[in-house]
């Protein structure tokens, strides 16, 4: 979907209709016109790159593993690798869905604040997830983000959890970091969830290859599993 989205000639107008979506949501080819100039390979998860010193770029093996998973076990035609791409780069409302990890700093231009916003009032999604040592970091441009808003914990019967794999107890435990329990926090525009972000799961682990972390099996399909969840509801609402 990401790299569809991205042959549209005015990649600063984000074209997130219902129609769309359902059209990539199913992974059916869509033919050239005016705006689309070539069917692509599918959707993608778009890796922030951000400055402030974080290791933006951690976990290489974690998306394309997801996208794989995505593949096999749902109707989306996903592409084989990540793109990568800046707040500021031309293509980044070419990107449904964004992805932010990482260990340490994060830190925002005002430049860059205003133009995510404006990002995900106009259809884009954020997906943040803690490797541990983000939280911090994250929870104050986040904020900077959206001073008026603020992350809300999204309990175990919201719609993320249900499909197309059942969650009954919310966000699974993949990696242990301070011993406290997972967390699921949003932020909403309207009705849209428009930011995710997960704290003390580390579901990021559980997507990169097995000898990364030596999670166990049952660890590594559950987070597979949540994070499809996390991309079919981005892409559905």
Known sequence: MGRILKSIHRPNRFLSTPALCLILYLGLVVQPSAQLRQPTAGFTMARLKYGGGGDWYNG????????????????????????????????????????????????????????????????????????YGLDRAFRREIERVFPDKRLVELPPSFGIFQTPFKFPNGLPKIHEHDGGPPQTLGIFHGERLVVLYTFESDIGDGWDD???????????????RMGTNIIVWALTH
Not at 105 to 110: A, K, P
Not at 210 to 223: G, I, L, T
Request: no cysteine.
């Open 60 to 131: 290489p093996t974690g998306i394309p593993n997801l996208l794989a998973f995505i593949r096999k076990h749902t109707p989306i035609r996903t592409a084989k690798e990540e793109a990568q791409v800046e707040i500021m780069d031309e293509n980044l409302f070419a990107y449904p869905v964004l992805y932010l990890t990482g260990h340490g700093n994060l830190r925002f231009t005002e430049e860059e604040v205003r133009r995510l916003r404006t990002y995900l009032e106009h259809g884009g999604f954020l997906f943040a997830n803690d490797d």
């Open 210 to 224: 097995p000898d990364v972390h030596n999670d166990p099996p049952e660890k590594r399909e559950a987070a597979l």
